[in-house]
């Protein structure tokens, strides 16, 4: 009986997985309750998140067949979530700069958008990796 052992690429994916759920979460939690003159949130960046996450770790815990469509979902989730968030960020990130009206949530702002742009970054590094070691 052939046995496969999991490789770099299945921990990195499986990781990338978390981070998107984490990401929904972080982003879900605080962003809700923030005041702002324009609106920063978008409850399609948690949906998209949470479902990548969920559906690429079901991917890749399924088998062989499927792990190799799990980072192309997360990639895909996080990439569209990244640039919802950028189109949401975009001014209270320049008014803050400009120093028109300071974003004063601008370090909860920042993680949210480091846990989505990992999640893609790992994500990618997972797609090009070996899910699986030859046995």
């Known amino acids: 009986m052939k046995t496969s052992k999991k490789s770099f690429g299945f921990y990195a994916t499986l990781f990338s997985c978390v981070l998107a759920i984490a990401g929904a979460i972080c982003y879900g939690v605080t962003f809700p309750s923030i005041e702002y003159q324009e609106q920063v949130f978008d409850l399609r960046i948690c949906i998209i998140l949470a479902a990548a996450g969920v559906i690429a770790a079901v991917l890749l815990l399924a088998g062989?067949?499927?792990?190799?469509?799990?980072?192309?979902?997360?990639?895909?989730?996080?990439?569209?979530?990244?640039?919802?968030?950028?189109?949401?960020?975009?001014?209270?990130?320049?008014?803050?700069?400009?120093?028109?009206?300071?974003?004063?949530?601008?370090?909860?702002?920042?993680?949210?958008?480091?846990?989505?742009?990992?999640?893609?970054?790992?994500?990618?590094?997972?797609?090009?990796?070996?899910?699986?070691?030859?046995?």
């Not at 968030?85 to 370090?107: C, H, K, L, R």
């Open 64 to 135: 062989k067949q499927t792990a190799g469509f799990a980072p192309v979902v997360l990639c895909l989730g996080s990439g569209i979530s990244m640039m919802l968030f950028v189109q949401i960020a975009i001014w209270p990130v320049s008014d803050t700069i400009y120093g028109i009206e300071p974003f004063p949530q601008i370090n909860q702002l920042i993680t949210c958008a480091v846990l989505i742009l990992v999640t893609f970054v790992v994500a990618e590094i997972g797609l090009y990796a070996k899910k699986y070691k030859s046995a």
